[in-house]
């Protein structure tokens, strides 16, 4: 069974790079699908840390074929300073490949994203201010530039003549600086000389790697509750991680998904605006943000804290098909006397155990908390589920209980090497 989706169960940052670098060691082609340069996934291997953005997390290993897919919007120049960093950290010998049918994001999607947060007053998203919004409204609205645009240029100024005059009346509209067709041109030329090579028909190439028989990770960005369908709408990004969005984001049939690896952090973060059930605010919050160094990978803000919330896991699990758990930074936990898991919420005298679509009704929510008795060992270099305390099992047995998902892998620490595997996630049960 060699397709996997590595997912995000929560609001992003839960440890997808870390959990698709640990697996790339197993794997032949890894595909990021959806978001952009507002994603920012972690991996800590050799005592370096990297922080990537755009490219796929299996770029540290010159056998994997890495593919940006048709459903990411692709900031050229935010790719290029990616790759120019890495190569100066001498990862030289990569493979990658660009979907031609990939959006380009452009400078005055930059410009809109934070114009229309400006506007939003204190009703704002708290976007990444990456211009992803506006990039996949282009998208939808037929207005935008693809990768493969840049492969030919008379084409290339007939997208960019036809799109311009639209782009700077709503700049104009915004009270923002217009763009020349020229300065716009030759950017886009610039970023055509560095990225060509490197541009084709990636549905081709991942169908022949499929027909190969060959291991594939689709690396999904952001989570399920950032989702714009299935997350807290409107404080969520502009595309989907969700696991159904890998056919049509990458150009394969649905039949081809195997496997659902929902990866999950032991307690709940959020960067940005909007409801979060389980936040809690007090010296425990402080306790975990600075242990966990729960700050940021894009844009350093420090991150909300809450408890674990497995109403919000079940969702995920309903709405995407995960077939099993990656329990995520669990090390931090250690130290709390008590450590609590929502199970339910309350809702005007009521209990539910989904989330209301509506926001209002969502903040309204009073999540109903079991309590478990805390760990004060380290458990950093536990190799195996029985080496853990017996609290922390107790933790991880509850959560396979209330889901009825397996937990297939326990991390640790964020290196490579602080990771238990209980389970071939490769493989279907
Ligand atoms: P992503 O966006 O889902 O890839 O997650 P991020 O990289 O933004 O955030 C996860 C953070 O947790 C990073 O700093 C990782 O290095 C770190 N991390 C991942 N797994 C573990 C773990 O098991 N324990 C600890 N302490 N840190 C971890
Ligand atoms: P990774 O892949 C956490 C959040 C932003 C904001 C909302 C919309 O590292 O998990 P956007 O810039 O996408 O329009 O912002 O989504 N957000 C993330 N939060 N991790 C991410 O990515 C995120 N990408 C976007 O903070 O609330
Ligand atoms: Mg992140």
């Known amino acids: 069974m060699p397709r996997l989706v590595i997912e995000g169960t929560q609001w992003g940052d839960e440890g997808k790079g870390k959990i698709t670098d640990f697996l790339a060691q197993t794997a032949d082609v890894v595909v990021r699908f959806q978001g952009g340069n507002n994603a920012g ?6 005592h370096e840390k990297y922080a990537l953005k755009l ?9 994997i074929k890495n593919v940006i897919a048709n459903g990411v919007v692709v900031n050229p120049k935010a790719l ?7 190569e100066s950290r001498g990862i030289t010998e990569y493979q990658l490949f660009i979907s031609n049918r990939a959006q380009i994001l452009m400078p005055y999607h930059i410009d809109l994203d934070a114009a229309n947060e400006a506007v939003l007053g204190k009703s704002n998203i708290g976007t990444t201010k990456k211009g992803i919004g506006p990039c996949y409204m282009d998208k939808a609205s037929r207005n935008g530039l693809r990768m493969g645009d840049l492969l030919n240029l008379d084409y290339l100024k007939e997208r960019l003549e036809t799109v311009l005059p639209i782009k700077n009346l709503e700049l104009k509209s915004y009270g923002l600086k217009e763009y020349s ?5 030759e950017l886009l030329i610039s970023w055509k000389n560095k990225l060509e090579k490197h541009i084709i028909d990636t549905s081709i190439l991942i169908n022949e790697e499929i027909e190969k028989d060959k291991k594939i990770l689709f690396e999904g960005a952001q989570g399920v509750m950032l ?5 807290t709408y409107p404080y969520v990004t502009s595309s989907s991680p969700l696991a159904c969005s890998v056919p049509l984001n990458t150009g394969i049939a649905p039949k081809y998904i195997d496997n ?3 990866i999950t952090k032991a307690y709940t973060t ?3 605006e909007g409801p979060f059930a389980t936040e809690i605010n007090d010296d425990i919050a402080s306790y975990i943000r600075e242990k966990g160094h729960e700050y940021g990978t894009v844009t350093k803000r420090p991150r909300r804290i809450g408890w674990l919330d497995l109403v919000v896991l079940n969702h995920a699990k309903r709405t995407s098909g995960i077939t099993s758990i ?5 090390d931090v936990l250690g130290g709390l006397n008590k450590i609590k898991i929502c199970t339910k919420y309350q809702l005007n005298g009521k209990e539910i155990d989904y989330i209301p679509s509506n926001l209002l009704d969502y903040q309204n929510c009073i999540p109903v908390y079991e309590e478990f008795d805390g760990w004060k060992e380290d458990i950093t270099s536990c190799k195996t589920f029985d080496e853990l305390p017996i609290n922390c099992q107790k933790y991880l047995n509850r959560i396979m209980e209330v889901t009825r998902l397996p937990i297939s892998i326990i991390s640790v620490g964020p290196d490579r090497e602080q990771t238990i595997v209980m389970k071939d996630v490769w493989k279907n049960d």
């Open 41 to 46: 996934h972690t991996i800590n291997f050799n």
């Open 55 to 63: 490219v796929p997390s299996g770029i540290f290993n010159p056998r």
């Open 80 to 86: 290029i300073e990616e790759l120019e960093g890495l």
């Open 181 to 185: 067709f020229d300065e716009l041109f």
């Open 227 to 231: 989702c714009v369908e299935h997350g």
């Open 260 to 262: 659902v690896l929902g």
């Open 270 to 272: 959020r960067v940005g």
């Open 326 to 330: 990656s329990l995520m930074l669990l």
